[in-house]
Structure formats: C-alpha cells, structure tokens
C-alpha cells in the first residue's frame, strides 16, 4: 500500500498570485527527505479555491471529488 503523505499549505493573502504555491509543491516534491517517507503526496482543497486547484493542476496531480472538496493525489 503507497504511503499517502498529506499536503497542507496557506500563503498570505499579501503574496498570493505570484506563483508561490506551484513554486512550493513543486520543491516539496523534489525534496529527497520527503520521497524517503512517501510514496505519493495527497491535498484537500476546497472547492471554492480555484488557485489552490490551479496549482496542483499545472504539477500533474489526479483530481478527483468528495463531498464539497476536491482531491488531489501524485505519486512522487
């Protein structure tokens, strides 16, 4: 069984839409001390949050939905 890590960011509302969430997940990924401790990063994201889903879009993670949020999952 893959082991689920959970994602769980916020960017202050001053630096939000500049790129600095994508940014982020995208050096969580590469970071060897994560891929050590799991096998694929998951996020639920509020389905109001259109630039969160942006985000994790543009990286290739799996989209799916649950209730009132959407889920995102990538093997790493």
């Known amino acids: 069984m893959a082991r689920c890590g959970e994602i769980s960011y916020s960017i202050d509302a001053a630096y939000r839409c500049n790129g600095y969430g ?23 994201v509020k389905i109001t949050n259109a630039a969160s889903q942006k985000c994790f879009e543009k990286l290739g993670y799996l989209k799916s939905f649950k209730e009132d949020m959407v889920y995102y999952v990538k093997d790493i």
């Open 22 to 44: 994508t940014r982020m997940l995208g050096l969580l990924e590469e970071m060897e001390e994560i891929k050590k401790k799991t096998d694929r990063l998951c996020a639920m």
